[in-house]
């Protein structure tokens, strides 16, 4: 049983560019959380998805971030017009049901740069 | 706004010693709270959660939950070398994800 799946592990992009971030959830996972970590910071939550709806989208930047869930296919994270201060980590986390509890997993993150 | 206080250190223990990791937290809704071990460039795993106040043990790890005082803290015993890692405290309300505080750095000395 594979765990979360992020892809591609380390992203550059050049200012003004589009960055897109995939994360596969463990198979029997329905909802997908995704974080964002700044150097020296902590995780700050951006969005939690269920397949094919958003259910909270609270931490998520209104302009240049969107992210979706898929009937089919991996969650993904898009951020348009990159800046240098996008530069970070971005976590995915799955779990079974709703809730992020002792059931949730994090994937192995990507690494965005932006230059 | 829901948030989850830790000190960054560095906290430096001494291989075999104890090493105290603490987290207050904002939110008296807090229902469950982890803890989850980083390392560097990695992502971070869990380690121990709790629910109840009082202690709750697993190995070298106890952790420690008291509602009344809004804290909650980890201690290693017998830390190792390999226990040096960012250390994340995080704090479950039931209708909210999960909110993180920014870590605690451990270095343990051998």
């Known amino acids: 049983n594979a765990g979360v799946m992020q892809n591609p592990r380390h992203l550059v992009r050049r200012r003004g560019q589009e960055a897109r971030l995939r994360c596969s959830p463990m198979?029997?996972?329905?909802?997908v959380y995704w974080y964002r970590q700044l150097p020296e910071e902590g995780l700050k939550f951006m969005v939690y998805?269920?397949?094919?709806?958003?259910?909270?989208e609270s931490g998520m930047p209104k302009e240049r971030f969107s992210a979706e869930f898929p009937k089919e296919g991996p969650s993904i994270l898009r951020i348009q017009q990159v800046v240098r201060g996008d530069s970070a980590a971005y976590f995915c986390?799955?779990?079974?049901?709703?809730?992020?509890?002792?059931?949730?997993?994090f994937g192995q993150g990507t690494r965005l740069t932006v230059v | 706004q829901k948030e989850v206080e830790q000190n960054s250190g560095p906290l430096s223990v001494p291989e075999g010693a104890i090493a105290s990791l603490n987290c207050t937290y904002s939110d008296r809704g807090s229902q469950s709270f982890f803890w989850y071990r980083q390392y560097s460039g990695k992502s971070p795993e869990l380690i121990m959660f709790?629910?109840?106040?009082g202690d709750k043990e697993d190995g070298r790890f106890t952790a420690q939950l008291n509602k009344a005082s809004q804290y909650v803290s980890l201690l290693i015993r017998d830390s190792q070398p390999s226990d040096s890692a960012t250390y994340l405290c995080?704090?479950?309300?039931?209708?909210?994800?999960?909110?993180f505080g920014k870590g605690t750095r451990l270095s343990v000395i051998a």
């Open positions: 995080a704090a479950y309300s039931g209708n909210t994800p999960l909110v």
């Open positions: 198979k029997g996972h329905s909802h």
């Open positions: 986390a799955s779990s079974p049901s709703q809730g992020f509890d002792t059931e949730a997993f």
């Open positions: 998805l269920q397949k094919e709806n958003i259910i909270d």
């Open positions: 709790i629910y109840s106040n």
